[in-house]
């Protein structure tokens, strides 16, 4: 996972290789921050998901949406972002 600043806000984006994943460096930063949005680059089709984190040793289930990206729509990440927000 890395942190991505785009007008003053940071974001979370997850890039995996194949189409599934379970995304844990990604729910944890969504568990311990305010972050409500999250973005995934990966094989897979472009989807717009509501979420909740896993609930683990009694903490989580934090809801949250995710904007799935096909890879080949990385260069316009940005534009994606602010209609995703």
């Not at 194949?18 to 972050?35: E, K, M």
């Amino acid at each position: 996972m890395t942190l991505c600043i785009y007008k003053g806000r940071i974001y979370p984006i997850e890039v995996k290789s194949g189409s599934t994943g379970r995304l844990r460096s990604l729910h944890s930063y969504i568990d311990n921050s305010d972050c409500t949005c999250a973005t995934r680059l990966y094989s897979g089709k472009f989807s717009i998901d509501e979420l909740k984190t896993p609930i683990v040793n009694g903490t989580g289930g934090k809801k949250f949406k995710l904007l799935n990206l096909p890879l080949y729509c990385t260069a316009k990440i940005n534009e994606y972002i602010d209609e995703f927000l």
